[in-house]
């Protein structure tokens, strides 16, 4: 087991791939009561197009389907996996995202059991065309109930906008007429190539033993036999530079119109530590450009064009990256302008000034560091990273090595009229 000092964080980290190409990553923690644990794959939405395991040619499943197999992860044969964990007072969950799929679990008492009842669920799969058929009905449920929000319909707009091809363009849940079509073939078919152990991440965050813990791990994985791991690859259709469309409408029973404005990054083909620099100084560049410490934010303000809804925020990934911006507002029009207009003077490297960037970094490494006190936020953060060839306990001296030139250089991946567009949510009554 490999011992990972971060002697400037004060923290150690315990790493071991197993045999079956398992990685385990264990933080402890002490004084903390509690222990979160995910077992996550890397694989989520957009892996719609591959080559299955023992296949050649790839096949696209149905939208949704990553999502829809984290649901039916927790139904057996023998009933409820959810029942297991509140039998020993652990509160269990599991999310989708575009990349990933997360179970996890946490506990002040019984983490060993939880941590078994983690890794044998995940790897025991059971779907009938029965239980899912049932489940369709529970999906499209939760498809139509966020179909009626406001902001997630703002949020996947801006980002349909975006992108002409990628299917990070799609609801991670997918839609009713997708996931109808999905089978349990289906299923085992998904699960067969990307819950490999290879191609997953164990990290434990907690009150724990390492060696305890890892000894446990390594037993429970070493009774269980898996094929050879697969050689992955899904497949994805060469996305333009420029967004698909320049704006959108739609109508909802909300008070107050609604905006996004887009930005659609260029540079998205980065790993490690150099992915790590540029998402840092990006969200930097937004904040010396957006924040609500900017003159930018004081003067909407006063203004009245926005309220506390106000947000900004990157996202990357492997094969896409985007910034939204935008707020509720009683004058859309005037919202939109006043946030192209700060694109268009950011143009000038001048509004990047030194004394900014380093009150934005200090302010950043503050909030990080606040961060590592939510084994929330260490778990779910740290596979993130990983899975992206990065490390979350680089970012503060990565932030610290970042100067005016780094954050201007950045930020040129979202500058470009071709790569902005506009979404927005307006009441009803607006309607001509």
């Given at each position: ?10 923290e ?7 045999d ?29 197009t ?11 499943v ?11 992860m ?6 409820d ?7 020993v ?5 599991a999310?989708?995202s ?8 946490s ?5 060993y ?6 890794l044998?669920f ?5 779907f ?23 902001d ?7 980002i349909e ?13 997918g ?5 109808d ?19 997953m991440l164990?990290?434990v965050?907690g009150?724990?033993?390492?060696v ?17 791991p ?6 994805f ?19 107050k ?10 540079t998205?083909?980065?790993v ?5 620099k540029h ?13 609500r ?9 006063e ?9 900004y ?8 990256g ?6 509720d507002?009683?004058?859309?029009e005037?919202?939109i ?7 268009k003077?950011?143009?000038d ?25 939510s084994l ?7 596979t993130?990273y990983?899975?992206n ?10 932030i ?20 902005q ?10 309607r001509?």
């Amino acid at each position: 087991m490999q011992k990972i000092e971060f002697n400037q964080l004060d923290e150690t980290l315990y790493y071991k791939q197993l045999d079956n190409g398992l990685d385990v990553y264990i933080l402890p923690k002490k004084g903390f009561s509690k222990t979160y644990v995910t077992f996550t794959t890397n694989y989520g939405s957009i892996d719609r197009t591959f080559i299955p395991i023992g296949e050649s040619e790839p096949i696209t499943v149905p939208d949704g389907i990553a999502h829809f197999l984290e649901h039916k992860m927790f139904e057996k044969e023998e009933g409820d996996v959810f029942q297991k964990f509140s039998e020993v007072g652990a509160q269990a969950n599991a999310f989708t995202s575009f990349t990933r799929t997360a179970y996890l679990f946490s506990a002040t008492d019984h983490i060993y059991k939880s941590t078994e009842t983690l890794l044998d669920f995940v790897q025991s799969p059971y779907f009938t065309e029965a239980t899912v058929e049932k489940e369709k009905g529970i999906i499209g449920q939760e498809i139509t109930m966020y179909d009626d929000l406001p902001d997630w319909r703002l949020y996947f707009g801006a980002i349909e906008n975006m992108y002409q091809h990628h299917p990070v363009k799609i609801d991670i849940a997918g839609t009713i007429e997708s996931i109808d079509k999905i089978t349990a073939d289906h299923l085992y078919t998904c699960y067969n190539t990307f819950y490999h152990p290879s191609n997953m991440l164990l990290f434990v965050v907690g009150g724990v033993d390492p060696v305890e813990m890892m000894s446990l791990i390594e037993a429970n994985q070493s009774k269980k036999e898996f094929p050879e791991p697969p050689t992955l690859e899904s497949l994805f259709d060469e996305e333009p530079a420029a967004v698909a469309m320049k704006e959108r409408e739609i109508f909802m029973a909300v008070q107050k119109p609604k905006v996004y404005v887009g930005l659609k990054a260029k540079t998205v083909d980065l790993v490690g530590n150099d992915m790590l620099k540029h998402e840092l100084a990006v969200m930097i560049a937004l904040e010396c450009l957006f924040g609500r410490a900017s003159s930018f934010y004081m003067d909407i303000y006063e203004q009245g064009i926005i309220d506390e809804s106000y947000a900004y925020d990157f996202s990357l990934e492997k094969g896409f990256g985007f910034a939204l911006i935008g707020s509720d507002t009683n004058n859309a029009e005037k919202l939109i302008q006043a946030i192209k207009n700060r694109l268009k003077e950011a143009e000038d490297c001048a509004l990047f000034t030194t004394e900014d960037v380093e009150r934005i970094k200090r302010k950043r490494i503050g909030y990080f560091l606040r961060a590592l006190n939510s084994l929330e936020f260490i778990a779910n953060q740290f596979t993130r990273y990983k899975f992206n060839e990065m490390n979350l306990f680089d970012v503060v001296p990565t932030i610290e090595q970042l100067t005016v030139t780094d954050i201007q250089e950045a930020f040129t991946s979202l500058q470009g009229e071709e790569q902005q567009t506009v979404f927005k949510v307006l009441p009803v009554s607006e309607r001509k």
